[in-house]
């Protein structure tokens, strides 16, 4: 899809399944294809920022990047259904 979306140039394309999955549930979902049990603790987002500052003067692109997830937990990110093909049936394809 992605190589496509260059090739196009369009701006915005619709990608996606028929399911609406949380953050939370996409891993377990992938945890659960492996075979692995997610070990999962939330933390609040003041606290993840924190983490990142303190991080910066020891490895600023970790720290960058710990930011940006920190956004993104802020942030619900669904967009509308699209498609007819799930995620699960695409992992356990790809798992077995």
Do not use: K, N, Q
């Not at 294809?33 to 500052?53: D, K, Q």
């Amino acid at each position: 899809m992605c190589a496509d979306v260059i090739e196009s140039g369009d701006a915005e394309v619709s990608v996606g399944g028929p399911d609406v999955l949380t953050r939370r549930e996409l891993l377990e979902l992938a945890a659960e294809v492996v075979g692995v049990r997610a070990l999962l603790a939330p933390i609040p987002v003041w606290m993840a920022r924190l983490g990142s500052l303190a991080m910066r003067p020891l490895h600023p692109r970790i720290a960058d990047f710990g930011g940006f997830v920190s956004e993104l937990a802020e942030h619900d990110s669904v967009a509308p259904a699209h498609g007819s093909r799930r995620l699960e049936d695409y992992l356990r394809e790809r798992a077995a």
